[in-house]
């Protein structure tokens, strides 16, 4: 401030000097004029100059400057750097933040007090099939139709979610999406989004299983229990009364198959896949599998069977020998079952050229169109309801089949042409396996119309 006043006063001196000098006292009177509009000239073009740099704030660069405004200039450049700090590290902090709500599993969608996006994450983008960037902006409403979530939207009640159709893989598979809208701030709102097609689908899956067990039970026991309630009420004769116990004990053995492939599918289910530890070789997994096949058919199929083994090589199989018992007597029972008596059975183990082996069936029955090949191993599936249910089926057996052969690592694969007969196969990779005679000669795959 000193150095301005003595500048000025300089400046204003000098003048008056020098129209003192040259003419009278009025004219050093102009001169002093003149000398402070000069001076406060100089200061403003300064001024002008710090201005112009503070409107830029350019702290690399130094304007012209003299006196106090150098000073004023040197503060200001200090403090500008000090929020430039300050704001690249909350820039830093926002930026981590918003990557770690990008990461979320979650969608994330912030709207204004207007329901305007003000920003959405890609996962939410994704599920609703907006643009991050495009649709920033946009009143939401614009962008999801649904009226469910426009009144949800409009309302006061948060505190449940709730449901609407979003982008699924394909436009007749829409994902459902569970939206829950947390209110914020001044009227702002911050929206949650998750994925819930997959917990949708196992609940109704759910729902499903318990329906149809009940209705697998509800059966036999409704049976059960009228010749229950004959046997108690009405005096029957001796033949009658065998007849009645003989349909008894055939509808509780169905419950009782029905319970049984239900614990070995939750036991697949819930244990830990086969390890590679225990080596059986293939002929040892199909005779016995064979003797109760023979066995059945004898039994249930008037005439029997025609029955061949077609092994052509033994070899070593890794897995669980109870479950692939399990898998391999379900697939010899369901030809048994469903091939008409005399017809013909065929079975065996082979190598395939890519190194998979496989355990086949192949039968003379009467083979299942191709529309239902997909849904076969669906639980509780029939192509053939009243002769599953004849034969004592309980609609297990090919899911369990399934999960064995995924549990070794493989897969379950049918071919079947109606009227001609059908090959059930279970593959196993090259890993599960181990020639004995390394030279014997693979037999050719078979070709593959469905798989499990
Ligand atoms: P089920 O206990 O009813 O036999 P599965 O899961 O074993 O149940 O089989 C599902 C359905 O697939 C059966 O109900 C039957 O209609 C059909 N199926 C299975 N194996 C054969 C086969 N070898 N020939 C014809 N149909 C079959």
Known sequence: MTQRLIELLLLVVLASAWGWVHESAGWAVAGAVLGAVLWSFLDAVRARRLLKWLNTADTAQTPKLSGMWVEIFERSRKVIKKLEKKTQSSNARLDNFLAAIQESPNGVILLDSAGRIEWVNLTAAHQLGFDPQK??????????????????????????????????VRPSLPSKISVKVHPYGKKRKLMLTRDVTAVELAETMRRDFVANVSHEIRTPLTVLSGFVETLQNIPVNETDRNLYLGMMSQQAKRMQMLVSDLLTLSRLEGSPAPGQGEWNTSDDLLAPALQETQALSAVIAHPPHEITQATASTFMVSGSKSE???AMSNLLSNAVRYTPGGGSIRSGWRLRPDGWAEFFVEDSGPGIAAEHLPRLTERFYRVDRSRSRETGGTGLGLAIVKHVAQRHGGQLEVTSTVGKGSTFSIALPPSRVQQINPITPALPALSENAQG
């Open 135 to 168: 649709d920033v902006g946009q009143h939401i409403q614009n962008l999801v139709r649904s009226p469910v979530f426009k009144s949800y939207l409009l309302g006061t009640d948060f505190n449940g979610e709730i449901l609407i159709g979003g982008i699924g």
């Open 324 to 326: 692939l018992h399990s």
